[in-house]
């Protein structure tokens, strides 16, 4: 299983930032920790932290997080019937239901390795994650003063190594150019955490319609 | 400092999220155009926090500033389109800024 270990490296670099990066936004050390603890979702928590350090609300930072966690409900839907759990394996399942535990899963040619590959993934990553995190956060709250060492410039280079992966596709492409524009034409404009939030419309209107398809049976809409 | 009710509350709702996802039923997932949409919101909401986060206001202002984030983020999209680690790239734009500022050329 390959992709866990260098999955390894990478999610204990993505930690130590996280931590680093949500005491910079003005975090305490055990808030930082719950956020990897609880949340444990990468995207979501670099937006909530993101949102925060900018000056959004905490309404604005809790929705922006969400909405970038609606793709974990995806990934359970698509790893549900595979893991066949209950009752507190079930809740246990959905906590370690993730970018990375799922690409693992789903990997697998057997139902059994599915399974395999998907909670030793979601445990590894989960163990690592919120080690790196403390790690990140401590020394942060010991070093101080984030502009002075670039740590703003490291946040906006986090969600650009985030995206990166995402835009191999023309229409992914065209909706990152989007949100740009709208969230950058918005921020004079709103209150911090609001013009993050409105660029997801740009994701609903490009993605609408089907992608350079004919629609199925002639059916127009 | 943000309160703790926005931690628990923004955890609890991607735990709901997440656990949804294991509770609904399955046919939920053959709206193909729920699945597509969900993916490039994701990509929004990404490139949204990477253009708040190098040209929003330093603290909370309105207006978009233009200072050492810029070519940060310039050298970490290089380091990307060469393939770097994420460490590297994060490394790379700190250093970048830091480096600048610390010449007193830019902000």
Redesign the interface.
Known sequence: MRPSISGG??TG??G??FGALAVAA???VP?SC??SL????G??Q???V?V????GS??A??A??????????????????V?A?RGAR??A???L?IDESTAVGTAQPTPPLRRLGFWVTGLAVFGLWNASTLVGAVVWDALGDP??????????????????P??REG??RG??????V???AL???VP?GL??L???????V???R??SRAAPGGVAP | MTGWTAVLAACALCFVLKLAGHLLPERFLSGERVSRIAALVTVALLAALVAVQTLGGPSSGPALTVDARVPALAVAAVALALRAPFIVVVVMAAGTAAALRATGAVT
């Open positions: 490296a990478a670099a993505y130590l930032s003005g975090l305490t808030q719950a956020l609880l949340m444990f979702t995207g979501s670099f937006a909530f993101g925060v350090g900018a000056g905490p309404v930072a809790v922006t997080a969400g909405l970038l966690g609606v793709r974990n409900g995806l990934y359970g839907l698509q790893m549900a019937p893991l759990a079930r809740l399942a959905a906590h239901t502009r002075r060492w670039g740590l703003d410039a490291a946040a906006a280079a986090a969600f650009l190594g985030l995206l990166w995402r835009l229409r992914a909706v990152a150019a989007g949100a740009v709208v969230a950058a921020t004079p404009l911090p013009p993050v409105a660029a997801a419309a740009v994701a609903v490009l993605g609408w089907n992608p």
